[in-house]
């Protein structure tokens, strides 16, 4: 952590006042921002606002990293802005066509953020995102969206978004750390599930849990036996390369272990993995 006195000297090198970020030295709990925007279509003013809710607590500085993006996938604009206290208000001046925001990209800072928006924006993000902070908790969204309308709406679960945003991610593996894209291919525990649906049925959880993850693996079995013969080599190593190889060789098989048409040769890929094993 950086100490009270170095902030006067990052203050002094930088030329900035970093009085009101001393406050988070001071300020208990993690803060709760709330974001909402607006469009105007006639002017092509889109705006957004920030508020931290907490206004009876000590005012914090808060960089706000963002991208707005196209409907091509393409970033549009990206910024850094300061929330400075309890309000902010920023607006980009005529733009074609409303934009998708990702906020507080990089982890950039540590707060919770409510910012109602819909499960196709989120969709969005997840497949065009380069940022991995961004793109794994609007697929994280995603898939819990997904599994509350499934649990809570008696809806019957729509799969092809999640699969598409799958499908894509491991098409674009290349592209990817190895151990992040192992990430991205998780699905939310059941841990995670009770906690946000403040359900604690685990049995009921594990079986709308486990219908997605059956779908997934049926849809995919091309890509995850792929993904799994490209990795099942590695080497008894610690660096990054190596770990990452590891995962994504564990996930596919976790995913081929679920999958209907793979129930026969699933016991011997298992089997020879353990026989390998590093």
């Keep these: 952590a950086v100490f009270r006195a170095k902030f006067l000297f990052l203050g ?34 889109y705006t957004i606002q920030l508020r931290d809710i907490e206004e009876n607590q000590i005012p914090l500085h808060y960089p706000v990293e963002l991208a707005l993006f196209d409907s091509s996938g393409s970033i549009i604009a990206e910024e850094v802005l300061e929330l400075k206290g309890h309000f902010l208000e920023h607006t980009w001046n005529q733009l074609k066509e409303k934009p998708i925001l990702s906020p507080f990209r990089r ?28 793109k794994f908790f609007a697929l994280q ?5 997904e ?14 978004p999640i699969i598409t945003i799958f499908r894509e991610n491991l098409r674009n593996r290349d592209s990817l750390p190895k151990d992040f894209l192992s990430y991205l291919l998780a699905l939310p ?43 099942f080599k590695s080497l008894a190593s610690q660096n990054r390369e190596q770990i990452g190889k590891r995962k994504l060789k564990n996930t596919a098989l976790y995913y081929l272990f679920h999958a209907e048409n793979m129930k026969d040769k699933i016991g011997d890929m298992a089997l020879r993995q353990q026989t390998d094993a590093n």
């Design 12 to 45: 002094f090198v930088s030329g900035k006042d970093l009085k009101v970020f001393r406050n988070w030295y001071d300020r208990k709990g993690t803060p709760n921002i709330t974001m909402s925007e607006k469009w105007d279509e006639v002017s092509g003013n």
């Design 107 to 134: 982890f950039s800072s540590p707060i919770k953020l409510s910012f109602p928006r819909n499960v196709s924006e989120l969709s969005f993000l997840a497949k065009y995102e380069k940022d991995g902070f961004s």
């Design 141 to 145: 969204e995603v898939v819990l969206y």
């Design 147 to 160: 599994l509350n309308q499934m649990f809570f709406g008696n809806l019957k679960m729509d799969f092809e």
């Design 189 to 231: 525990g059941l841990n995670q599930l009770a906690e946000k649906f403040q359900i604690f049925n685990f049995v009921e959880l594990e079986k709308i849990r486990k219908t997605l993850l059956i779908n997934i693996a049926n849809n995919l079995i091309t890509e995850f036996q792929e993904l799994y013969a490209e990795n």
